[in-house]
């Protein structure tokens, strides 16, 4: 039977489609191509501010997609479109989870964070709730490429055969000569040879100009990983990650020099004599039992707050008429978050830049409350109704000195709630444990670290107490409705302690672990009633509610100096009557009366009169300095002094935990 003109025409045009894309240069040039768009995706979906892919940031996206990829141009071309194919999808996925691990972190994935990848089971509902349909995009390559796939089948299926049953444009002798042989490969070498140079050239060359010029020191003294994206770009970011985890695990281990332990020693010295105050309330609370409540992305935005004349929080409302409030308290976590809010809390160190300090150095000495109350007699237990592996809580909270850890196995899961145990049950039973269980002595120290507040946020509807009026349906609506229940929770745990007389001799703390990861400022300004400045979305992002409730004490007290999780336990220690001298806590004592200077993870820091947010470039020019009386931007000069203190001790916790420094600095406290 003949083929119609149309037959003919279509075949003709999808041969020379066909003959196109399987040039080994243009699917090459295709595929750097996609490759650069997702990386702009990626990019436009971080919506960090300061933050703009200029020129030499695509090209440098470019050079690291061909310093990945130049090896396929020595391949012949069936092998050079499998390899091409296979980065594709590796690469996008990459991306992708990046993307999605950014909107609830605001970080990138690391090296440390893959060893906490069986922790990603656990957060199904939290994944999936950072999903968006415009993902699809992303993946928009992968349907193209099915639909040239039936093409070329089609193509095949309808092309004229010759008489050896070959289609036509196989019909070529498949029998170069060797010289002929040899040209290619030696040409596919060049090309190789020549992506590889052009790589190195477009990615490092711009990336030596900005390390030499306004980003000069940030490979030295790096402290935010969205500083060193904005340099290296998403893929020079992971394999500078790769570099500085094999530099630290791999070969021989650095070690902390005779001078550099001698200047931390000093260092912490004189932090310790600016930071003891012997003040009336110094041991005041001698003896008191400790309790110590860690809330899940508790923020304090909320404090004080109503929506359709309902108090958002009305029990930590009432507890602040009576009790100690700290309002600029600020969580000081990274990519850890949980864990890192409850090591600096209970470690009064830095968490890192990378991963958690409960996975990568559970093995390290650290200075712990727990463990410096258990030498003073106290029974220390820490209370969180989840796997006990979870954050490796299971070997961290030994370490730290917890004579038990009360973990989801110990719990009776009688208000299934979210991840685990509804927190009204888990703050019940966690009480009923301390006060009868023959192996709590009394006095005693308690941490609990409640769940149920934890992204993102979907209480069932038997749970819902609160009218989130026009936010009903929304996450935030869902985040309000979660730290109500927790609220009420709080307020049956501190009726309870009342009934059975423990409210009279104990301690109790309660804080927020980090933010919440709703980064969309319009809900903040609808429910706050006001539009809100950079300045104001930091303190919104970053603070978090601590209230100290003091035995005997019922004034109100307000401090609205700046705080941090790194101040608490050493102002515990001081209203115990314990002195920090021998140990090394880097937070302030807030109970000194002394002025405070208080350090984000960031390099961000806040004093009494100063808040200086830095940028994304890690340059300190480059950051905004705000006045906290105007709330105005004054000269960058003002924040100096604050931020050369912020960057040291942001070092010394850093080579602390490189170094194992504390347990380096007690070996050379015990020498001769």
């Given amino acids: 039977m003949s083929r119609g003109p149309f037959t003919r025409s279509s075949s003709s045009i999808t041969s020379r489609i066909v003959t196109i894309v399987r040039s080994r240069y243009i699917g090459y040039i295709l595929f750097l191509g996609i490759m650069l768009?997702?990386?702009?995706?990626?990019?436009?979906?971080?919506?960090?501010?300061?933050?703009?892919?200029?020129?030499?940031?695509?090209?440098?996206?470019?050079?690291?997609?061909?310093?990945?990829?130049?090896?396929?141009?020595?391949?012949?071309?069936?092998?050079?479109?499998?390899a091409l194919i296979i980065i594709n999808v590796l690469l996008t996925l990459l991306i992708y989870s990046d993307i999605v691990y950014y909107r609830y972190f605001q970080d990138f994935i690391t090296v440390p964070v893959l060893f906490q990848a069986g922790q990603m089971d656990a957060l199904g509902g939290s994944i999936f709730a950072l999903l968006r349909p415009s993902d699809l995009y992303l993946f928009a390559d992968w349907l193209l490429f099915l639909i040239y796939t039936i093409c070329v089948v089609l193509f095949r299926r309808n092309t004229p055969t010759s008489n050896n049953g070959q289609p036509s444009y196989h019909a070529r002798t498949s029998h170069?000569?060797?010289?002929?042989?040899?040209?290619?490969?030696?040409?596919?070498?060049?090309?190789?040879?020549?992506?590889?140079?052009?790589?190195?050239?477009?990615?490092?060359?711009?990336?030596?100009?900005?390390?030499?010029?306004?980003?000069?020191?940030?490979?030295?003294?790096?402290?935010?990983?969205?500083?060193?994206?904005?340099?290296?770009?998403?893929?020079?970011?992971?394999?500078?990650?790769?570099?500085?985890?094999?530099?630290?695990?791999?070969?021989?281990?650095?070690?902390?020099?005779?001078?550099?332990?001698?200047?931390?020693?000093?260092w912490f010295n004189e932090l310790n004599a600016e930071q003891s105050a012997l003040n009336d309330s110094f041991g005041k609370y001698s003896g008191s039992n400790i309790v110590v409540i860690q809330a899940e992305a508790f923020m304090n935005f909320v404090v004080g707050r109503s929506i359709n004349g309902q108090e958002v929080t009305p029990n930590l409302n009432a507890l602040i008429k009576e009790n100690t409030y700290f309002s600029n308290y600020y969580h000081q976590t990274s990519q850890g978050r949980t864990s890192d809010a409850d090591f600096a809390t209970n470690g009064s160190l830095y968490?890192?830049?990378?991963?958690?300090?409960?996975?990568?150095?559970?093995?390290?000495?650290?200075?712990t409350l727990p463990a410096i109350l258990k030498s003073k007699g106290y029974s220390t237990n820490a209370f969180h109704a989840y796997e006990g592996s979870f954050w490796n809580r299971q070997i961290m909270y030994k370490a730290m000195g917890y004579d038990h850890f009360y973990s989801k196995k110990d719990f009776k899961i009688d208000e299934p709630l979210g991840w685990s145990l509804g927190d009204k049950s888990f703050l019940r039973q966690s009480l009923n444990i301390m006060d009868s269980s023959e192996s709590i002595q009394k006095p005693f120290y308690s941490f609990?670290?409640?769940?149920?507040?934890?992204?993102?946020?979907?209480?069932?509807?038997?749970?819902?107490?609160?009218?989130?009026?026009?936010?009903?349906?929304?996450?935030?609506?869902?985040?309000?409705?979660?730290?109500?229940?927790?609220?009420?929770?709080?307020?049956?745990?501190?009726?309870?302690?009342?009934?059975?007389?423990?409210?009279?001799?104990?301690?109790?703390?309660?804080?927020?672990?980090?933010?919440?990861?709703?980064?969309?400022?319009?809900?903040?300004?609808?429910?706050?009633?006001?539009?809100?400045?950079?300045?104001?979305?930091?303190?919104?992002?970053?603070?978090?509610p601590l209230l100290i409730h003091l035995p005997g004490n019922n004034t109100s007290?307000?401090?609205?100096?700046?705080?941090?999780?790194?101040?608490?336990?050493?102002?515990?220690?001081?209203?115990?009557?314990?002195?920090?001298?021998?140990?090394?806590l880097m937070g302030n004592n807030l109970f000194s009366g002394k002025e405070r200077l208080v350090t984000l993870r960031t390099g961000a820091f806040a004093d009494a009169n100063r808040s200086y947010l830095p940028s994304e470039n890690g340059q300190f020019n480059s950051g905004i300095c705000y006045s906290l009386d105007s709330?105005?931007?004054?000269?960058?000069?003002?924040?100096?002094?604050?931020?050369?203190?912020?960057?040291?001790?942001?070092?010394?916790?850093?080579?602390?935990?490189?170094?194992?420094?504390?347990?380096?600095?007690?070996?050379?406290?015990?020498?001769?």
């Fill in 37 to 82: 768009a997702k990386l702009m995706f990626l990019h436009s979906g971080l919506h960090a501010p300061n933050i703009d892919m200029n020129r030499l940031d695509k090209l440098i996206a470019l050079g690291s997609v061909m310093l990945l990829s130049f090896w396929v141009l020595w391949l012949p071309r069936r092998g050079q479109t499998i």
């Fill in 176 to 266: 170069s000569r060797p010289s002929s042989r040899l040209m290619r490969e030696l040409k596919r070498s060049v090309n190789g040879v020549i992506a590889l140079v052009l790589g190195c050239i477009l990615t490092f060359g711009p990336i030596h100009s900005y390390a030499t010029t306004w980003a000069k020191g940030l490979f030295t003294g790096n402290w935010w990983s969205l500083a060193m994206y904005n340099v290296t770009g998403l893929i020079g970011f992971h394999g500078y990650d790769i570099y500085l985890y094999a530099k630290d695990h791999l070969g021989p281990q650095p070690e902390l020099s005779q001078k550099e332990a001698s200047s931390m020693k000093l």
């Fill in 351 to 367: 968490p890192l830049v990378s991963g958690s300090v409960f996975v990568r150095y559970p093995d390290h000495q650290f200075d």
């Fill in 448 to 544: 609990l670290t409640t769940l149920s507040s934890h992204h993102p946020y979907s209480l069932p509807a038997a749970k819902q107490g609160l009218d989130a009026g026009e936010f009903k349906g929304t996450i935030f609506g869902d985040y309000l409705q979660a730290v109500h229940y927790t609220d009420e929770a709080l307020g049956e745990l501190v009726s309870d302690m009342k009934q059975r007389g423990l409210w009279d001799n104990t301690i109790l703390a309660f804080y927020g672990d980090h933010d919440n990861s709703i980064q969309d400022t319009s809900y903040y300004e609808q429910f706050l009633g006001k539009s809100l400045s950079k300045l104001d979305m930091h303190q919104i992002m970053h603070q978090v």
């Fill in 557 to 584: 007290v307000i401090d609205s100096n700046p705080a941090g999780q790194l101040d608490l336990t050493p102002s515990l220690l001081h209203l115990l009557g314990i002195s920090q001298d021998p140990y090394y």
């Fill in 631 to 672: 709330r105005e931007a004054i000269d960058v000069a003002g924040c100096s002094t604050g931020f050369e203190t912020s960057k040291q001790r942001l070092q010394i916790s850093d080579d602390i935990m490189k170094y194992d420094g504390i347990k380096m600095l007690r070996k050379e406290e015990s020498a001769p």
